[in-house]
């Protein structure tokens, strides 16, 4: 069965930084687009970054600068690295996997930024 599985999350005060991982089970990396997203509690689920095709990368203007999507095929990973993390960017950040026909999100990891 395809799976996406967080992990990563966790406490920090604002300035601090954290990895995020996503391993995927049974799902071909190469053939989909990965994105991070996030809700807060409140408000709508947001994207937060992508990365498709030959290493393109977007970022929601809030992010850019200070958050790094990346992804390793060889470990069905992809990671996003968060730097500078500030108190407005405390949510639950989920991964997805978008394909023609398919999508796919994980459970979620609780990002909790505060001094």
């Known amino acids: 069965q395809e799976q996406l599985v967080e992990s990563g999350g966790g406490s920090v005060q604002p300035g601090g930084s954290l990895r995020l991982s996503c391993v995927a089970s049974k799902i071909d990396l190469s053939t989909y687009t990965m994105g991070w997203h996030r809700q807060a509690p409140g408000k709508h689920r947001e994207l937060v970054a992508t990365?498709?095709?030959?290493?393109?990368?977007n970022y929601r203007e809030s992010v850019k600068g200070r958050f790094t999507i990346s992804r390793d095929y060889a470990n069905k990973t992809v990671y996003l690295q968060m730097n500078s993390l500030k108190p407005e960017d405390t949510a639950v950040y989920s991964c997805?996997?978008?394909?023609?026909?398919?999508?796919?999100w994980g459970q979620g990891t609780q990002v909790t930024v505060s001094p």
């Open positions: 997805n996997a978008r394909g023609r026909t398919r999508e796919y």
């Open positions: 990365i498709t095709g030959p290493e393109i990368t």
